[in-house]
């Protein structure tokens, strides 16, 4: 007999859960109210809306959607709320205590002010981090601090702060402002891994959480490596903590960053296997050094390329790991692109020393497959067209600069590419793999 509590689910092996997960969601079947659920036969259990039970036909899934599933119809016992039901039901409380006292404070409440609350938040211990559009009506105004105090006890937190856009100070500082609380340090745990820095000093992009798994399976043991574009220790501390580099050099301009930065590699017991350098990159007096380069900056770290390529042992070469926004908006050409393109015709002229080595680069296009353009996840992602481009034109100049740098030719060959995010439908964040190595 079934507990009054149990929700209907379609049962299948854990391989196929994503496949059967998607296309139930397409179809309005998922209950998207409550979360997956693993059973005790090592299948996952997908939540469906009893009004569509009817409707599932068992053998599309498992012949059509997911060939060589088996699907089954069960029942979730206790079902657990979904993150996104979480939310919604933490949205409708704040909705309900912001109203209270609003009313209580003799003003009125309108449908304006319930548009202008936050519909979702950032939270980092006992912070939360409200959007920018969030809290306009002049009304709020009216009740402070009360109203910071009423949002903070509502979310669970003990200091609220709101976001703003990033600055342009070169430092990519964010405008976050403090509406409750002494100060804006924090603690993040990733992996294990412990980051402490000040929200309204420094940026932390938990988008980026994909690439520090991926880094922190590397091997990189008996490694120098040297990542160029630092920040709080975002990829150093993978790099140090997981990967097993025997030591990193971390590069940061932004002093507050420098400070977190510092702060974390000792709270993660890796300082000593690692040396600050802060400042200009660009300006960096080691060469010839490093295994293997991190260049962590986005949209583009293209002013970073020269330095990776001096950095590179003259005798050995290495990876560098190049980070880039590669737009595919398919009327609006990415500038960017178009300017790559034109450097590779211009390097790529055989006629000149730097063409040859550039030419002779082993890229997407002059191999007869590209496994390393398979993007980790081929069911989520396909690799595009422009980002190939982008990928053969980088290892093209990057070539160039080392013909340039070393003074002889080098040859570059594409291992791999990753797809961190997308910021919209025609922009993505990818990361290049190159390897260099003198020929």
């Not at 005790?40 to 036909?57: F, G, I, K, M, Y």
């Not at 449908?111 to 980092?124: A, F, V």
């Not at 003259?314 to 450097?343: F, M, W, Y």
Request: hydrophobic fraction near 35%; glycine fraction near 6%; proline fraction near 5%.
């Amino acid at each position: 007999m079934r507990r009054d509590d149990s929700i209907p689910a379609i049962a299948t092996q854990l391989r196929y859960a994503q496949l059967c997960r998607k296309h139930l969601e397409e179809k309005g079947i998922l209950d998207t109210r409550f979360r997956l659920q693993k059973l005790a036969d090592a299948t996952v259990a997908l939540p469906v809306l009893s009004a569509r039970v009817p409707e599932l036909t068992l053998g599309v899934l498992q012949h059509s959607v997911a060939p060589g599933s088996t699907c089954t119809i069960t029942h979730i016992q206790s079902p657990v709320p979904s993150k996104k039901s979480s939310v919604r039901s933490s949205q409708q409380q704040l909705e309900e205590a912001l109203r209270g006292l609003v009313e209580l404070r003799g003003e009125v409440w309108s449908e304006e002010l319930g548009r202008d609350l936050p519909q979702s938040w950032k939270r980092h211990g006992d912070l939360a981090i409200l959007g920018e559009a969030t809290f306009r009506q002049p009304v709020w105004k009216i009740l402070e601090p009360e109203l910071w105090e009423t949002v903070a006890s509502t979310l669970g937190v003990k200091r609220v702060a709101r976001m703003g856009r990033v600055s342009t100070d070169g430092f990519r500082t964010p405008t976050v402002t403090l509406l409750r609380g002494q100060d804006g340090w924090v603690q993040h745990v990733d992996n294990g891994i412990r980051y402490e820095f000040d929200v309204t000093k420094c940026m932390f992009s938990s988008g980026n959480i994909t690439e520090k798994l991926r880094i922190a399976s590397f091997n990189c043991s008996g490694e120098t490596v040297v990542d160029l574009y630092a920040g709080i220790g975002y990829f150093t501390l993978p790099y140090l903590v997981h990967a097993g580099a025997s030591f990193v050099h971390a590069c940061e301009w932004n002093p507050h960053a420098v400070n977190a930065l510092r702060r974390n590699l000792e709270l993660n017991g890796a300082a000593q296997r690692c040396q600050v350098h802060q400042g200009d990159n660009r300006q960096l007096s080691l060469c010839d050094v490093a295994d293997r380069v991190n260049l962590g900056l986005i949209p583009s770290s293209e002013e970073g390329w020269p330095t990776a390529c001096r950095l590179l042992k003259r005798e050995t070469g290495g990876v560098l790991h190049i980070h880039q926004n590669v737009s595919s908006h398919p009327q609006k050409p990415d500038p960017a692109l178009l300017l790559q393109n034109l450097c590779l015709q211009e390097v790529c002229d055989p006629s000149s020393p730097a063409g040859k080595a550039a030419c002779d680069s082993d890229t997407a296009d002059s191999r007869e497959s590209a496994p390393g353009l398979r993007c980790r996840d081929s069911m989520r992602t396909t690799v595009k067209a422009e980002w190939q481009a982008w990928s053969k034109a980088a290892a093209c100049r990057i070539a160039a600069l080392l013909l340039e740098i070393k003074g002889q030719p080098w040859r570059t060959h594409v291992l791999h590419m990753e797809h961190v995010k997308s910021y919209a439908p025609h922009v993505d964040h990818i990361v290049l793999d190159l390897e260099c190595r003198p020929t």
